[in-house]
Every structure is written in structure tokens, then in C-alpha cells.
Antibody, heavy 124, light 106 residues
Framework: EVQLVESGGGLVQPGGSLRLSCAASEFTFNTYAMSWVRQAPGKGLEWVSAISGSGGNTYYADSVKGRFTISRDNSKNTLYLQMNSLRAEDTALYYC?????????????????WGQGTLVTVSS | IQLTQSPSFLSASVGDRVTITCRASQGISSYLAWIQQKPGNAPKLLIYAASTLQSGVPSRFSGSGSGTEFTLTISSLQPEDFATYYCQQLNSYPYSFGQGTKLELK
């Protein structure tokens, strides 16, 4: 069964840094793009960042561009999110998700599964 | 690309047929997914490519639409269906979600 397990969340002061990890298992990790999605307490889902299977292409939401960096280590089947210059509004549960796809030429994508999330709290 | 769901809240009874609408600010072909989330749980994929049912999802769930207007229909509500539903566009980065529709028991 495909499994994603996030870790690395915690309490950090405004302006601080944190690195999240997402350990993947039971699929060929380097052939799938991955994403981070966050959910502030009591709020909806917000897409944060994505990375291609090789790691050569990365994408960010405007709200985190220049502060967050997504990366992956395909030898360790692990996805990362380096978060710098953290703000109170970054407080959220952070999920990683596997981007499945099908098609030829134009691909249809979808996120499945999702991990259980890791909580990041930015507060003094 | 902005996604607007309607309604944001929906009160219904077991056995009801319900429909949630998702409108995109620009055309996204069929690059849309529907996601269910229950309190305290991770999101769960229901439908992708606008109308393809994810394996293991009950057939009472169905999706339709393309371009800018999409619908999620639950043909006969079951007690386990009371949750929050989100649409998500995967047409282009940055990917985005609708604001969610909370389905509550009447």
C-alpha cells in the first residue's frame, strides 16, 4: 500500500525556519511528481508547492515564493519543504501528496494518497 | 485560476440527492478533481479528470462538466457522506482549490 508519512513540524518563532519531510513507500518514487498542501486551523486547503519526479522542475504558490524551497532525495524516497522567514499566517497542517497521472501528450493529474500531515505553528 | 464552489454550506438528509457546483475563473478543460475531507482526517480523492471515479469510491458519487463549470453529485446520501468537499484544478500551476462545501445533516 502506498504510504506517505510527514514529519518535522513544530513550534517556531516568526522569522524562523523549519524543514518538513515526507517519507514515501511502496511506489517508484522518482517517477511521480509530489506536492505540499496546507490547511490553516478551521480553514480550507491551500496548494503550496510541487516538484517533478526528477526534481528538475519546481512550482510555488505566490504566498510562499522566495521563502519556501521544495526538494526531493530520490535515493531516500523522501520529499522536503524548507520553510524560511516563517510568518504567523504559515501556521497550518502541512500535507504531502503523490501526483498520479495518465495520458499521452497532455496528462491528467490527481493527488492520491495524502499523508496524515504535520503541524507547523508560528508564534512567539 | 480561482475556483468558486456553491453552496458553501448544505444541509441535507440521509437518502437525499445533492449537487455541489464548482466554477473556474477560466477554462480548465477536464483537469478537475473532487476531494472529501472529514474532521480530523486527511483529504481523500473521490473523482479526477472531472468525471472519473477513484477506485474504491462508491458509485453514488459522480462528477460532470468541463471548461468552467463542474458538478459533484451524490445520488443518495449516506451517513458517512457528511463531510467537507473541495474541488481542485490541475490545469496549470499554481494549482488551486475551491473554498469548500460543508455538507451537514439536517
Amino acid at each position: 500500500e502506498v504510504q506517505l508519512v510527514e514529519s518535522g513540524g513544530g513550534l517556531v518563532q516568526p522569522g524562523g525556519s523549519l524543514r518538513l519531510s515526507c517519507a514515501a513507500s511502496e511506489f517508484t518514487f522518482n517517477t511521480y511528481a509530489m506536492s505540499w498542501v496546507r490547511q490553516a486551523p478551521g480553514k480550507g486547503l491551500e496548494w503550496v508547492s510541487a516538484i517533478s519526479g526528477s526534481g528538475g522542475n519546481t512550482y510555488y504558490a505566490d504566498s510562499v515564493k522566495g521563502r519556501f524551497t521544495i526538494s526531493r532525495d530520490n535515493s531516500k524516497n523522501t520529499l522536503y519543504l524548507q520553510m524560511n522567514s516563517l510568518r504567523a499566517e504559515d501556521t497550518a497542517l502541512y500535507y504531502c501528496a503523490k501526483a498520479n497521472y495518465y495520458g499521452s501528450g497532455d496528462y491528467y493529474y490527481w493527488f492520491d494518497p495524502w499523508g496524515q500531515g504535520t503541524l507547523v505553528t508560528v508564534s512567539s | 485560476i480561482q475556483l468558486t464552489q456553491s453552496p458553501s454550506f448544505l444541509s441535507a438528509s440521509v437518502g437525499d440527492r445533492v449537487t455541489i457546483t464548482c466554477r473556474a475563473s477560466q477554462g480548465i478543460s477536464s483537469y478537475l478533481a473532487w476531494i472529501q475531507q472529514k474532521p480530523g482526517n486527511a483529504p481523500k480523492l473521490l473523482i479526477y479528470a472531472a468525471s472519473t471515479l477513484q477506485s474504491g469510491v462508491p458509485s453514488r458519487f459522480s462528477g460532470s462538466g468541463s471548461g468552467t463549470e463542474f458538478t459533484l453529485t451524490i445520488s443518495s446520501l449516506q451517513p458517512e457522506d457528511f463531510a467537507t468537499y473541495y474541488c481542485q484544478q490541475l490545469n496549470s500551476y499554481p494549482y488551486s482549490f475551491g473554498q469548500g462545501t460543508k455538507l451537514e445533516l439536517k
